[in-house]
C-alpha cells in the first residue's frame, strides 16, 4: 500500500488518540511554547474532531478567576488527602492492623501521616513554583486545636477562615490581606474528620488541646494564598 499525505496525517491522528490524556498534554504544553496550537485544538482531536486541528493563541492567554484557580487546586488537594487517608491509613491500619502511622515514619518503618502527606507536598509544589513564571501560591495545613503550635493561624485572615469553617459547615472563607506589602487573596477551606483514624490520633495525641473530636468534625482548614496586583 503506498503512504499517502492523508495517510501519515491520520496516522499522527492515530497517535494522538492512542496516548493517554495526559501524556497528550503534557506534550502540547512543550508544542504550545514553541507554536500557536491551542489546547482547545488538542482536546478537539483527543475527542476525534478532525479538520479543527488548527486553533488561536488567545486561548492560551484565557484568565480564571483567582477564586475559581483556588477552589480548583484545593479541590485536587483534599482528594488526594482523602483517598491517601481513607485508602492507606484508614484501612492498613484501623482496620487491617498491619502497619502503624507515625510522625517518625522513616525510623519506625511505618506509614507517614496524613498532615506529613500533605506538608511533603506543600513543600515540594512551592521548591517547583519558584522555577516557574507564572505559577505562585502557597498553601498550608492548619487548626484552632493544633497538636504543632506551628500549625496555628497566624494572621487575622487565617484566624477568622478557621473560626468561620469550623461555624459554618460546607461553606469556605475568602478574603484578601495585605503582607510585607504585598497583597493577597486567601482561602480556607475546613478540614474535616473524614476517618475514624483521624479523630482517635487526634484525640489521643499527647500534645492536642482537644480530645473530643467526632467522625465528621471540623477539625483545621486549608489556607491558599495567592499574590494579585493591589
Ligand atoms: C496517626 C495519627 C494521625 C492521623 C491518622 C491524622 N492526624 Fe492529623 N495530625 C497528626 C499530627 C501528629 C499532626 C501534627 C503534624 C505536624 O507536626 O505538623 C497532625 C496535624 C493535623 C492538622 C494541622 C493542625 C495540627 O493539629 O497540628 C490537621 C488540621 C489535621 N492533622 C487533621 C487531620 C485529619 C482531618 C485527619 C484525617 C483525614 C488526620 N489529621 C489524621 C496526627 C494524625
Same mark, same amino acid.
Given at each position: 500500500?503506498?503512504?499517502?499525505?492523508?495517510?501519515?496525517?491520520?496516522?499522527?491522528?492515530?497517535?494522538?488518540?492512542?496516548?493517554?490524556? +495526559?501524556?497528550?498534554?503534557?506534550?502540547?504544553?512543550?508544542?504550545?511554547?514553541?507554536?500557536?496550537?491551542?489546547?482547545?485544538?488538542?482536546?478537539?482531536?483527543?475527542?476525534?474532531?478532525?479538520?479543527?486541528?488548527?486553533?488561536?493563541?488567545?486561548?492560551?492567554?484565557?484568565?480564571?478567576?483567582?477564586?475559581?484557580?483556588?477552589?480548583?487546586?484545593?479541590?485536587?488537594?483534599?482528594?488526594?488527602?482523602?483517598?491517601?487517608?481513607?485508602?492507606?491509613?484508614?484501612?492498613?491500619?484501623?482496620?487491617?492492623?498491619?502497619?502503624?502511622? +507515625?510522625?517518625?515514619?522513616?525510623?519506625?518503618?511505618?506509614?507517614?501521616?496524613?498532615?506529613?502527606?500533605?506538608?511533603?507536598?506543600?513543600?515540594?509544589?512551592?521548591?517547583?513554583?519558584?522555577?516557574?513564571?507564572?505559577?505562585?501560591?502557597?498553601?498550608?495545613?492548619?487548626?484552632?486545636?493544633?497538636?504543632?503550635?506551628?500549625?496555628?493561624?497566624?494572621?487575622?485572615?487565617?484566624?477568622?477562615?478557621?473560626?468561620?469553617?469550623?461555624?459554618?459547615?460546607?461553606?469556605?472563607?475568602?478574603? +484578601?490581606? +495585605?503582607?510585607?506589602?504585598?497583597?493577597?487573596?486567601?482561602?480556607?477551606?475546613?478540614?474535616?474528620?473524614?476517618?475514624?483514624?483521624?479523630?482517635?490520633?487526634?484525640?489521643?495525641?499527647?500534645?492536642?488541646?482537644?480530645?473530643?473530636?467526632?467522625?465528621?468534625?471540623?477539625?483545621?482548614?486549608?489556607?491558599?494564598?495567592?499574590?494579585?496586583?493591589?
Amino acid at each position: 500500500m503506498t503512504m499517502t499525505p492523508i495517510c501519515s496525517v491520520f496516522n499522527e491522528y492515530l497517535h494522538y488518540l492512542k496516548a493517554p490524556l +495526559t501524556t497528550l498534554i503534557s506534550e502540547v504544553n512543550i508544542d504550545m511554547k514553541k507554536t500557536t496550537l491551542s489546547l482547545s485544538a488538542v482536546v478537539a482531536v483527543s475527542l476525534g474532531i478532525t479538520g479543527a486541528a488548527i486553533g488561536s493563541a488567545s486561548s492560551t492567554d484565557a484568565t480564571v478567576s483567582v477564586k475559581a484557580m483556588a477552589d480548583a487546586l484545593h479541590l485536587v488537594m483534599d482528594s488526594d488527602r482523602t483517598v491517601y487517608t481513607k485508602k492507606i491509613v484508614n484501612r492498613l491500619v484501623k482496620k487491617e492492623k498491619v502497619i502503624k502511622a +507515625t510522625e517518625h515514619f522513616e525510623d519506625d518503618k511505618s506509614l507517614a501521616l496524613p498532615a506529613q502527606m500533605f506538608r511533603f507536598g506543600s513543600e515540594l509544589a512551592m521548591k517547583r513554583a519558584e522555577k516557574m513564571e507564572d505559577v505562585d501560591f502557597s498553601y498550608t495545613l492548619q487548626s484552632l486545636w493544633p497538636i504543632n503550635r506551628q500549625n496555628a493561624p497566624k494572621t487575622k485572615a487565617e484566624r477568622d477562615g478557621l473560626k468561620f469553617v469550623a461555624e459554618n459547615k460546607g461553606k469556605n472563607y475568602y478574603t +484578601t490581606e +495585605t503582607l510585607g506589602g504585598q497583597k493577597y487573596f486567601t482561602a480556607v477551606y475546613a478540614d474535616t474528620g473524614v476517618a475514624p483514624v483521624c479523630v482517635s490520633c487526634h484525640n489521643k495525641h499527647p500534645d492536642t488541646p482537644k480530645k473530643d473530636f467526632k467522625l465528621g468534625d471540623v477539625m483545621g482548614g486549608v489556607v491558599i494564598r495567592i499574590p494579585i496586583e493591589s
